[in-house]
């Protein structure tokens, strides 16, 4: 990455909140499906694969974003309240391919 000293630590800092809020998350499901109900399990995992694919989102940006200026720019895309909306998003998704209209959703504000 380039950029000053300054405006990479801070581009290091938004992408390491972003990829911390995302593992809390899996980690959360993952922990729930040890103690919830039957019913509760598919819509863990779709939120825990929908994690998954928007950490795959941010990989790629990781590998093809190498200005630190950039990331400062664009630091509100991976905000918690952008993070949980993307997530959101793609668990909507796979709820419906399992032909389920129950999803769990993410409080914009949420973190575990």
């Known amino acids: 990455m380039y950029g000053t000293e300054k405006q990479i630590e801070y581009a290091e800092d938004i992408i390491f909140k ?5 593992d809390s998350i899996i980690e959360h499901f993952k922990d729930e499906n040890k103690i919830c109900s039957e019913k509760w399990i598919p819509m863990n995992n779709d939120v825990i694969s929908a994690a998954g694919h928007v950490r795959e989102w941010i990989d790629d940006c990781v590998n093809r974003v ?7 720019a664009m630091k509100d ?3 918690v309240p952008q993070i949980n909306q993307k997530i959101n998003k793609y668990t909507r998704v796979l709820s419906k391919r399992r032909g ?3 999803s769990i959703q993410l409080d914009v504000y949420y973190k575990p």
């Open 18 to 22: 972003a990829y911390s809020h995302i």
């Open 66 to 72: 190498d200005d630190a200026y950039k990331w400062i």
């Open 77 to 79: 895309m991976f905000s």
């Open 100 to 102: 389920s209209i129950e």
